[in-house]
């Protein structure tokens, strides 16, 4: 991801276990926040979730989107990201739901559920690192 400088780029991988906490907004303006999985494909991030989950209907109302992304074990280093949301159509929800579990989980999903996918572009990235504050 050319908006992510190298040093941070095993945060992204598929081979490691870092936690996107999406904010999206309610329909007051109010913000809430969701720990997802994910998965990265170019410079979009993408996530699935039911078609009528409260996420998903807040990103097609409102698709400005914030999130951080920290890694399981080491929580002082953390991408935060702004972007917009778009539900991706012309993408295989399945395949893109077993290419997160695969992720997390280490198989193939065992469990079907109805899922749409939602490509998150980003239009400003900000790493972080306390590595140096924490004692």
């Known amino acids: 991801m050319k ?3 190298d040093e941070y780029a095993d945060m992204l991988t598929d081979e490691g276990r870092s ?5 999206t907004l309610l329909n007051d303006g109010s913000p809430i926040v969701t720990p997802l999985w994910f998965t990265v494909q170019g410079d979009d991030y993408l996530i699935t979730t039911h078609p009528d989950s409260l996420k998903a209907r807040n990103m097609r109302a409102r698709p400005a989107v ?3 992304i920290v890694i ?5 280093r953390y991408i935060s990201v702004r972007g917009m949301a778009t539900e991706a159509l012309d993408m295989d ?3 893109v739901q077993a290419r997160i579990v695969r992720k997390y989980e280490g198989h193939d ?4 559920r109805e899922e749409v996918v ?9 790493t972080f690192d306390y590595s140096d504050y924490v004692a």
């Open 3 to 5: 908006q992510v400088p």
């Open 19 to 23: 936690f996107m906490m999406l904010t």
């Open 66 to 68: 914030a999130f951080a």
């Open 72 to 76: 399981e074990d080491n929580m002082v």
């Open 93 to 95: 929800a399945k395949a």
């Open 109 to 112: 999903p065992t469990i079907e």
């Open 118 to 126: 939602f490509r998150i572009t980003p239009h400003k990235t900000n």
